[in-house]
C-alpha cells in the first residue's frame, strides 16, 4: 500500500473558506515537508517541520510523528491558493516519500 | 539568493531516441535529485547524487543514466523514449542527504510521439 497517503485527493472550496489537508503515513516519518505544485508546474516548498507546528501567513501545519500523520490547514482560501498540494516523508534512510498529491481548486 | 534551472523547459522526442535533461544549481548544494511526476501522481526518485562524479539509483533508475559532472550540474539521459510517454521531470537540490530542505527547479516537460 502506499506509504504516505494524501487526503482527499480532490478539493473544491469556495474563496474565503477554510479547509485542511491530511497525510498519513504508514513509515517511522522524520521530518515532513508540504510542497505546492502552481497551475504552471512550478514546485515551492511550503513547509519543511521536525514533529510540531508551524504557521505561515495563512496556512499552518502541524506532524505529530507519534500518530503518524500531518496535516495543512489552509484559512481564508484565495483563488491563488489552488494547485496540487504535495506532502512528503522523509524516511530513516533520508529519502523522500512522496504522497499523490490532493487538488485544490479555489472557486471565487 | 540562489536558482535551479532546468533545460530544456519543453522537450519533444521520437520513440527510441535518447534525450539529456540538465540541471544548474548555485545553492552550493552538496545533493542533487531527478524526479519523475506522471499526470496526477507523486513523484518518484529516478537518481541522486550526493557529491561531483557520485550516482545513486532511485526507486524509477531502468531506463534513465546520470552524469554529476560537477558540483553545480547533474544531467539527466532518457536512454530510449518511449512512444506516447509524457511526463514531467523535475530536478531539486539540498544542502546534504540529511537535510533534505529541498529547492525545485521548474521541471522539464517530455512528450514523445
Known amino acids: 500500500g502506499d506509504k504516505v497517503k494524501q487526503s482527499p485527493s480532490a478539493l473544491s472550496l469556495q474563496e474565503g473558506t477554510n479547509s485542511a489537508l491530511r497525510c498519513n503515513f504508514s513509515?517511522?516519518?522524520?521530518?515532513v515537508q508540504w510542497f505546492l505544485q502552481n497551475p504552471r508546474g512550478s514546485l515551492i516548498n511550503l513547509f519543511y517541520?521536525?514533529?510540531?507546528?508551524k504557521e505561515n501567513g495563512r496556512l499552518k501545519s502541524a506532524f505529530d510523528s507519534k500518530e503518524s500523520y500531518s496535516t495543512l490547514h489552509i484559512r481564508d482560501a484565495q483563488l491563488e491558493d489552488s494547485g496540487t498540494y504535495f506532502c512528503?516523508?522523509?524516511?530513516?534512510?533520508?529519502?523522500?516519500?512522496w504522497g499523490s498529491g490532493t487538488k485544490l481548486i479555489i472557486k471565487p | 539568493g540562489g536558482i535551479i534551472t532546468q533545460t530544456p523547459k519543453f522537450l519533444i522526442g521520437q520513440e527510441g531516441q535518447k534525450l539529456t535533461l540538465k540541471c544548474q544549481q548555485n545553492?552550493?548544494?552538496?545533493?542533487m535529485y531527478w524526479y519523475r511526476q506522471d499526470s496526477g501522481k507523486g513523484l518518484r526518485l529516478i537518481y541522486y547524487?550526493?557529491?561531483?562524479?557520485?550516482?545513486q539509483k532511485g526507486d524509477l533508475s531502468e531506463g534513465y543514466d546520470a552524469s554529476r559532472e560537477k558540483k553545480s550540474s547533474f544531467s539527466l539521459t532518457v536512454t530510449s523514449a518511449q512512444k506516447n510517454e509524457m511526463a514531467v521531470f523535475l530536478c531539486?537540490?539540498?544542502?546534504?542527504?540529511?537535510?533534505?530542505?529541498?529547492?525545485f527547479g521548474s521541471g522539464t516537460r517530455l512528450l514523445v510521439i
Open positions: 512528503a516523508a522523509e524516511d530513516s534512510n533520508y529519502q523522500l516519500i
Open positions: 513509515i517511522a516519518a522524520t521530518t
Open positions: 517541520l521536525v514533529p510540531g507546528t
Open positions: 545553492f552550493n548544494h552538496d545533493t
Open positions: 547524487s550526493i557529491t561531483e562524479n557520485d550516482l
Open positions: 531539486a537540490s539540498s544542502i546534504s542527504t540529511t537535510n533534505s530542505d529541498y529547492t
